[in-house]
């Protein structure tokens, strides 16, 4: 008998912060590691974190963490060590031969989640560009990982270093292949976007995980696939909507998260374009998640990056039905609090909205008659 179901893989998680940084920094950013790894099915199994001034050149922790982590692999059968940063192609070199087994550093993790989510030709063109600069620089790793795998040698020279070659020319066309195929795409979105011109954007923005796939849902009165996972959304998505007899297009962007892979902000700059071009956006905030300021920080970051960080902002604060009491507003711009699974503070959402949406809409439509908000 074959058996056909995908078994999940035992991993651990590493993680090295600087010597001022609080253990409690580092938990936090360990249980986000471990969120994004089980979103690839991956079962955790430990975890180790290690203050370093800065990560060890060779293998990124020390000498003795490295054989903790080697015994563990070992005595309990991992599959995979998760790194919450990225590493450069001679550290995950040396970690797979130290740990003989699969390495994922941060970057890796995040692509291979995308690969996974991307459902539209756009989305899955953009994570298999991203994938494949990021896979170039790395061929030596992945020829040894290859190696040990067919029963090689693991020498230098011959044969293998001819695939290498090989290899990188294949992965260099494949990535003007899929330049041209992204820009082709793109110019069609532009044209798309084009043709909305004359009605207010509003666009929805935030951290991975927020909810703004369940207000886009709440809002459009449409079926959007809203589900508690990291990146549950990677396509954008686009919807009218009408609030008292006044149209807009609502739009549903990726999460952002902290350290989100450059070669993939790059590919998905088309889809950012969404973000970009908005009159008005929608932040989307977990208020109950301890981190939510961290996050706010991250995704005003973003914008700055992508010039979309002068846009009107409504900051939502969601989840507040999971709060023992109201939170203090931070962050710049209007906001209000809201729960998104009770329907709490959704009326006052919509007036707020309505009322932002009006006065854009009063400078495309200068004789545009105001109307009253109930």
Sequence with gaps: MIETSKKNERGVLVSVGTKSESD????????????LSQTLQIEIIGKFTQKLEHP????????????????????????????????????????????KVKIYDRSLLILDIFLKRAKTAQAKTQVELA????????????????????????????????????DRRMIRDQIN??????????????????????????ALVGYTNAGKSTLMKIL?????????????????????????????LLSDTVGFIRKLPHDLIESFKSTLAEVQEADILLHVIDASNPSHEDHIRVVDETLAEIGAGEITTINVYNKIDRLEEPISKNG??????????????????????????????????????QQEIY
């Design 131 to 166: 994938r494949f600069q990021y896979l170039l620089p790395r061929l030596t790793r992945m020829w040894t990982h290859l190696e040990r795998q067919r029963g090689g040698t693991g020498t230098r020279g011959g044969a293998g270093e001819k695939e290498i070659e090989t």
């Design 332 to 369: 710049k711009g209007l906001s209000v609090q809201i729960s998104a699974k009770t329907g709490n503070g959704l009326e006052d959402l919509r007036k707020l909205l309505i009322s932002e949406v009006q006065k854009v809409h009063m400078k495309i439509y200068p004789h545009f008659m």
């Design 24 to 35: 409690e920094r580092l938990n936090e950013m360990m249980d986000e590691l471990e969120f």
């Design 220 to 248: 459009s009165k449409e079926k959007v696939y809203a589900k508690d996972e990291l990146f549950a959304t990677v396509d954008s998505t686009v919807r009218k909507v009408v609030l008292n007899n006044i149209p807009f």
């Design 56 to 99: 060890d050149s060779k293998t990124f922790v020390g000498k003795g963490k490295l054989e903790e982590i080697k015994t563990m692999c070992s005595v309990d059968k991992i599959d995979v060590v998760v790194f919450d940063d990225d590493l450069s192609p001679s550290q995950l070199r040396n970690l797979e031969r130290e740990l």
């Design 177 to 202: 292949v899929l330049k041209k195929k992204l820009e082709k795409i793109e110019k069609q979105s532009k044209t798309q976007r084009k043709s909305r011109t004359g009605i207010v954007r509003v």
